[in-house]
DNA sequence: GTCAATGCAAAGTTTTTGCATCGAT
DNA sequence: ATCGATGCAAAAACTTTGCATTGAC
């Protein structure tokens, strides 16, 4: 849970996740990584979040957050602030409740490279 | 192309591409499909998007459009505009040039239901 | 003949499950 | 003895590649 709680680790995947647990000592199998946040996730004190790099991540459960992914290494951040306007115009008879937005560029690093 | 390019049949998956050739006589290897939607894509006439159920889907390339998924059925539509405010709080350092929203809920069928 | 397109099978990724074992109560 | 946690290996789901073949020009 520290782990995925980190402010600035976001949006960890399994096998990240896996090697950040055995770098810290922590000797469990990818099994039981996978397990544990899966039983976390249904307990609600983590969340999976799609970056849309073909992976699932996750990260702590907490109050709503958008996402900054760098295109160039991969970098990952939470967005300060959401830009998503409240009311979404929504087509008439669907119920939304949620959303997830992933903003794309290139992160400090790499954009001045 | 066309079948990309509907305007009810949003961001097909590889898979339901492959089918819906088929249904229409069209018969092509799953390679050949992946590799024309690839070589569509390299050309920037079909764009790959990842609405967060963990596989690729695909649609024509063209003015910039969110998504909507319906949670039980897995329905998608394009949103009719989109609700991302032009100009993002983005961290210092950071250069953002795109972004992908999913909005997610019931659609009016499962909505009812 | 040449070169791109095709089909099939196999390999690569990531996620998930089966199953036997280990450990605490 | 029981019941959940663990590790390992295998299965699943999807994507991608290798390679021999086919087809158009």
Redesign the pocket.
């Known amino acids: 849970m520290t782990l995925l709680a980190g402010r600035r680790v976001h949006a960890l ?3 990240e996740l896996h090697e950040a647990l055995s770098r810290r000592g922590v ?10 946040v ?2 976390l996730e249904r307990e609600g004190r983590v969340a999976r979040v799609d970056l849309g790099d ?4 996750f990260e702590a459960a907490g109050p709503h957050h958008d996402h900054l992914r760098c295109e160039s290494c991969g970098r990952i951040e939470a967005l300060p602030r959401c830009p998503v306007t409240v009311d979404p115009p929504a087509p008439r008879g669907w119920y939304l409740h949620r959303h997830a937005l992933v903003v794309s560029g290139l992160c400090p690093g790499c954009a001045r490279g």
Do not use: I, P, W
Not at 27 to 36: D, K, L, Q, T
Not at 54 to 57: K, L, N, V
């Open positions: 995947t399994l096998t000797r469990a199998s990818f099994s039981s990584v996978f397990r544990a899966e039983h073909g992976r699932s991540r």
